[in-house]
């Protein structure tokens, strides 16, 4: 099985940059995902990392070390709207998809 | 307008009934995954399917039961509901079993 962490809640200014940390342990290794939720909504796909390195894509990042079991969301110029849950999610070697609890973003004006 | 529906939306179910949960995508994805989703517990996969005709066990998936009859639709049926089954349930589905997911609006299970 999968073991991932993330913290629970993170709270920041508008405008501001936040980092959210996920690290995991695997059984096996097939990418890294990052979903957004927002309350009382379904999970959007944000970013999928496989390889080490920076994946950028608008105001987000997220980053991938496999040797370290580490990966970070990196959200840029915050909005009001980015407050939501980020979700980290280990794909194993059989192509299943384990979620973190998710970490609550709250954006403050 | 292409997507994932689930029925119904919420559902307030007596312990002992059985329930089936309804999935329907109009995307011609091969692969479907039903999760549920509960508070500090994060998604968890229940069942999920690769391929029409195919099913497989996820992470917790005592208590409920799933088929794959074509590509569309992909339903989980709790056979004896518990409490312990209440919970926020998702439907997901992806081109391929190596591609993101695309994940439903969801259904609100209470089961008394």
């Known amino acids: 099985g999968q073991n991932i962490d993330q913290p629970t809640e993170m709270t920041a200014t508008e405008g501001a940059i936040v980092q959210i940390n996920c690290t995991y342990q695997?059984?096996?290794?097939?990418?890294l995902f990052w979903y957004q939720q927002h309350a009382g909504e379904a999970p959007t796909f944000l970013s999928y990392n496989v390889l080490d390195g920076l994946e950028e894509k608008g105001r987000f990042s997220s980053f991938l070390s496999r040797s370290k079991g580490y990966s970070y969301l990196l959200l840029k110029e915050l909005q009001m709207k980015d407050s939501a849950s980020y979700l980290c999610a280990v794909r194993d070697g059989d192509y299943k998809l384990s979620f973190g609890a998710g970490t609550t973003v709250t954006v403050r004006a | 307008i292409a997507g994932i529906t689930q029925a119904p939306t919420s559902q307030i179910l007596a312990a002992g009934r059985r329930m089936t949960l309804r999935c329907t995508q109009d995307m011609r994805h091969n692969a479907m995954y039903w999760y549920r989703q509960d508070l500090g517990l994060g998604l968890r996969l229940i069942h999920y399917s690769n391929t029409a005709g195919t099913t497989g066990k996820g992470e917790v998936p005592d208590g409920y039961s799933v088929s794959r009859a074509n590509t569309d639709d992909f339903p989980l049926t709790l056979a004896s509901a518990v409490p312990s089954q209440t919970s926020v349930y998702f439907c997901?589905?992806?081109?391929?079993?190596?591609?993101?997911?695309?994940f439903g609006p969801g259904t609100r299970l209470t089961v008394l």
């Open positions: 695997t059984s096996g290794f097939n990418g």
């Open positions: 997901a589905s992806s081109v391929t079993s190596d591609n993101e997911q695309f």
